[in-house]
Nanobody, 115 residues
Framework: QVQLVESGGGLVQAGGSLRLSCGAS????????MGWYRQAPGKERELVASINVGGRTTYGDSVKGRFTISRDGASKMLYLQMTELKPEDTAAYYC?????????WGQGTQVTVSS
């Protein structure tokens, strides 16, 4: 069982930056594939970025070059550094942990980018 708690969302102007954090419980954090997803009103949830146990990262096309995902095994934290934010980045952002057939989600944190 894994519990995920996100923080760091808020209101920012276009062109600004935010860093999202996700704290994870459980003993096997290092074995999970971790990711950030987002969902805007009326849209499907989409992958923003993921990082596997070896540190390999994957990014959605719309955030490549602007967002950076990282993880800290010692503190069981997942981060998403977001730069050059755009109004279309406005969404609820969710932390995700996957291992085998198990899939865990945080409660989400809202990011709003004003133009």
């Amino acid at each position: 069982q894994v519990q995920l708690v996100e923080s760091g969302g808020g209101l920012v102007q276009a062109g600004g930056s935010l860093r999202l954090s996700c704290g994870a419980s459980g003993r096997t954090f290092s074995r999970y594939v971790m990711g950030w997803y987002r969902q805007a009103p009326g849209k499907e949830r989409e992958l923003v970025a993921s990082i596997n146990v070896g540190g390999r990262t994957t990014y959605g096309d719309s955030v490549k070059g602007r967002f950076t995902i990282s993880r800290d095994g010692a503190s069981k934290m997942l981060y998403l550094q977001m730069t050059e934010l755009k109004p279309e980045d406005t969404a609820a952002y969710y932390c995700n942990a996957k291992i085998l057939r198990y899939d865990y989600w945080g409660q989400g944190t809202q990011v709003t980018v004003s133009s």
